[in-house]
T-cell receptor, first 117, second 114 residues
Framework: NAGVTQTPKFRILKIGQSMTLQCAQDMNHNYMYWYRQDPGMGLKLIYYSVGAGITDKGEVPNGYNVSRSTTEDFPLRLELAAPSQTSVYFC????????????????FGAGTRLSVL | DQQVKQNSPSLSVQEGRISILNCDYTNSMFDYFLWYKKYPAEGPTFLIS?????DKNEDGRFTVFLNKSAKHLSLHIVPSQPGDSAVYFC?????????????FGEGTQLTVNP
């Protein structure tokens, strides 16, 4: 079982270019998340989704867009890349239940390291 | 507004000794707390969690303590092993939060020396 799969692992963009970071999960989780991690900082939530067709902004959504057409996939789109978007991006998923030990444990992909030059 | 804070960027301990990682929070609505471990070039992996109705949760060498009045939690690792060397993130969530979002601390780099 693959869990959460992110592609690509590394990417270098020029300022103004666009790209899509792919994220897929095979655990049938209804919740999915995108985070960015800057050096020495914690993970900041960019966007999240509580199910197919439903997305919402997190702490740092500017410059990004998402879509969720299926339960499995949650791509993150950068339309006009800027140097401030140089970061490591993590996708996560969870099946949130409010009882038992499984409450809101998020499972993460290995990350995409993005440099914008 | 940093609602979850890990004040120690790094911690170094000897193998076999206890590692204590600390985390403070400000949001009184947080009711569930988690610790994640992260190795270089990998995603964070879940380690242990605790509900606000408890003050301690233990799983093998790992124990998390919660002091609600002080809005403080800590992770104890006993005995520490070189393989425990990683970045540890504290995270918190509130029941009423849409999507069960987590708020993360900045992380503490733990180094366990042989």
């Amino acid at each position: 079982n693959a869990g959460v799969t992110q592609t690509p692992k590394f990417r270098i963009l020029k300022i103004g270019q666009s790209m899509t970071l792919q994220c897929a999960q095979d655990m049938n989780h209804n919740y999915m998340y995108w985070y960015r991690q800057d050096p020495g900082m914690g993970l900041k939530l960019i966007y999240y989704s509580v199910g197919a067709g439903i997305t919402d902004k997190g702490e740092v959504p500017n410059g990004y867009n998402v879509s969720r057409s299926t339960t499995e996939d949650f791509p993150l789109r950068l339309e006009l890349a800027a140097p401030s978007q140089t970061s490591v991006y993590f996708c996560a998923s969870s099946y949130s239940i409010y009882s038992g030990a499984a409450k809101n444990i998020q499972y993460f992909g290995a990350g995409t390291r993005l440099s914008v030059l | 507004d940093q609602q979850v804070k890990q004040n120690s960027p790094s911690l170094s301990v000897q193998e076999g000794r206890i590692s204590i990682l600390n985390c403070d929070y400000t949001n009184s609505m947080f009711d569930y707390f988690l610790w994640y471990k992260k190795y270089p070039a990998e995603g964070p992996t879940f380690l242990i969690s605790i509900s606000s109705i408890k003050d301690k949760n233990e799983d093998g060498r790992f124990t998390v303590f919660l002091n609600k009045s002080a809005k403080h939690l800590s992770l104890h690792i006993v005995p520490s092993q070189p393989g425990d060397s990683a970045v540890y993130f504290c995270a918190a969530s509130a029941r009423e939060t849409s999507g069960s979002r987590l708020t993360f601390g900045e992380g503490t780099q733990l180094t366990v020396n042989p």
